[in-house]
T-cell receptor, first 118, second 116 residues
Framework: AQKITQTQPGMFVQEKEAVTLDCTYD???????LFWYKQPSSGEMIFLIY??????QNATEGRYSLNFQKARKSANLVISASQLGDSAMYFC???????????????FGRGTQLTVWP | KAGVTQTPRYLIKTRGQQVTLSCSPI?????VSWYQQTPGQGLQFLFE???????NKGNFPGRFSGRQFSNSRSEMNVSTLELGDSALYLC???????????????FGPGTRLTVL
């Protein structure tokens, strides 16, 4: 089974509008961390925001916020006031706290290509 | 603080050759992870090194190997290159602390390998 599922291959949003990128995850480990990265066409993965499984509040970082619904196993990224420079591929990722083969590795979704138009 | 650096940025090789990619982590980071990114398979975990020891390895053949030096710099090597090894290879560094779930990985710009 996929650890991370991103169901939106592409999303379009007008400049200055808000957009939500969906992410669901699958784990039986009670301790895990969820991450969002942005990958522009240049290829570098840029860290955006983190949410821990035990965090009581949704994470926020500037224009980025994470809508964390633990019972539904979803961690959607909300970008407020979109800018043209936000156009990029966005990846949701998870690290589990267990031992063995899952220890420390990041599991990535397939990504969502966001296009911001003027 | 300087970010993660990877060299070379671009590489063209032919089938059967071998290649070595290099990664310098953020100062103070002791963990280095490697990922392969292809359009077909997405991002796949190769291996992770911490304090010169491989802590974890993904499902890749033995042609893919790596190592980490005492200054935390890491190299990965791919021997007997195949066409399917063409990919963007990303290196990420993190503190490598005891709480892996909060240990954020910061990525380098990647090495784009083309195998002809």
């Amino acid at each position: 089974a996929q650890k991370i599922t991103q169901t939106q291959p592409g999303m379009f949003v007008q400049e200055k509008e808000a957009v939500t990128l969906d992410c669901t995850y699958d784990t039986s480990d009670p301790s895990y961390g969820l991450f969002w990265y942005k990958q522009p066409s240049s290829g570098e993965m840029i860290f955006l925001i983190y949410q821990g499984s035990y965090d009581q509040q949704n994470a926020t970082e500037g224009r980025y916020s994470l809508n964390f619904q633990k019972a539904r196993k979803s961690a959607n990224l909300v970008i407020s006031a979109s800018q043209l420079g936000d156009s990029a591929m966005y990846f949701c990722a998870m690290r589990e706290g267990g031992r063995g083969s899952t220890l420390g590795r990041l599991y990535f979704g397939r990504g969502t290509q966001l296009t911001v138009w003027p | 603080k300087a970010g993660v650096t990877q060299t070379p940025r671009y590489l063209i090789k032919t089938r059967g050759q071998q290649v070595t990619l290099s990664c310098s982590p953020i100062s103070g980071h002791r963990s280095v992870s490697w990922y392969q990114q292809t359009p077909g398979q997405g991002l796949q975990f190769l291996f992770e090194y911490f304090s010169e020891t491989q802590r974890n390895k993904g499902n890749f053949p033995g042609r893919f190997s790596g190592r980490q030096f005492s200054n935390s710099r890491s190299e990965m090597n791919v021997s007997t290159l195949e066409l399917g090894d063409s990919a963007l290879y990303l290196c990420a560094s993190s503190l490598g602390g005891p709480s892996v779930t909060t240990d954020t990985q910061y990525f380098g710009p990647g090495t784009r390998l083309t195998v002809l």
